[in-house]
């Protein structure tokens, strides 16, 4: 991050001519999801569902006429946020101008003939900070009239001011004389269209509604089992309980036991009605020898067992 301008994303950096100290690096996604419904559209059909949402937008500004102060409700609600902060700081008066504050075991010079603090947050923002409301406050001020010019009511009523103009009907719009501009010839691809944008290498996914799932296979979030792309881990832990049951009542038969058996190379010959661990029968005959009348299947499963009763 250093690589970038501190200007661009450090507030103390910012232009003071700006008068704003909000920073953000979400502005991209807030403008798709202001026009998301619309980005499937032609890009004439775009523009124009754009033109019209910006209509309404500024058609409602006109609300700050009937506001009947100063500064915007916005910029009021942060003069009170400074004015409860300025109680914990200690003032001491250097000149009618030029005020020194105490907050904690800091001090910092406040100058009203040049509207600024030591903290830099007047000259950025253009709201007083706490060390100047502490100062406005004793001395008996009116606080909005400390607040810059481009933060105030009037200013906010002449930003939108201007009108955008209404557009007629495609189909009434004059014809020219130019050669016609057709669409791209659409290639249509396998699947559902995808609306939303490509994500950068370095930028964070956005969080789903599964987010919040853990796989049981290889432990993370964001997927389950069956989704999984890792190797399957076998554990015993795993296949606990999960045995198969057939329908005359039989016992448990475990994954890990019956991979056991394979390895030892035996038969099974403890009681189906068990629940402990089968253990391998190397007496017995091997599977496929002449005795495989006296065998049988355990549980539908591919696995012979000499029955005990």
């Excluded at 040049?114 to 004793?138: N, P, R």
């Excluded at 001395?139 to 001011?161: C, P």
């Excluded at 979030?221 to 309980?241: D, E, I, P």
């Excluded at 038969?267 to 253990?279: E, K, V």
Aim: net charge positive; aromatic share 8%; hydrophobic share 30%.
């Amino acid at each position: 991050m250093m690589k970038v301008p501190l200007k661009q994303w450090d507030a103390h950096a910012f232009d003071a001519n700006v008068k704003s100290e909000h920073t953000t690096n979400n502005i991209t996604e807030c403008f798709n999801g202001w026009v998301n419904k619309y980005m499937g559209n032609p890009a004439i059909t775009l523009l124009e569902n754009i033109r019209r949402k910006l209509m309404r937008r500024m058609s409602k500004r006109e609300e700050g006429r009937k506001w009947g102060s100063k500064v915007p409700p916005k910029v009021a609600k942060k003069m009170a946020e400074r004015q409860n902060e300025r109680r914990f700081v200690n003032v001491f008066c250097g000149s009618p101008d030029v005020y020194e504050v105490k907050e904690g075991q800091k001090f910092w010079i406040v100058d009203f003939q040049t509207w600024s603090c030591d903290c830099g947050l007047w000259e950025i923002s253009g709201i007083h900070c706490k060390h100047a409301m502490a100062v406005i406050t004793g001395r008996r001020m009116n606080s909005n009239d400390f607040v810059h010019k481009y933060l105030t009511t009037e200013a906010y009523i002449k930003t939108y001011s201007y009108v955008i103009y209404h557009i007629p009907d495609e189909t009434q719009w004059p014809q020219v004389q130019h050669v016609e501009v057709l669409p791209p010839i659409e290639k249509k691809l396998p699947g559902r269209p995808k609306k939303n944008r490509k994500r950068g290498a370095d930028e964070p996914r956005k969080n789903t509604r599964n987010s919040r799932n853990r796989c049981g296979n290889c432990g993370e979030l964001g997927h389950n089992v069956r989704s999984c792309k890792a190797a399957t881990v076998t554990s015993s832990n795993q296949t606990k309980g999960k045995g198969a049951q057939s329908s005359g009542g039989v016992g448990n038969i475990h994954g890990t036991y019956l991979t056991l058996s394979s390895i030892v190379g035996g038969t099974i010959t403890q009681s189906i009605t068990s629940n402990a661990p089968l253990q391998p029968n190397h007496n017995a005959p091997p599977i496929g020898s002449s005795s495989r009348s006296s065998l049988g299947i355990v549980a539908g499963l591919d696995m012979e067992w000499n029955p005990v009763f």
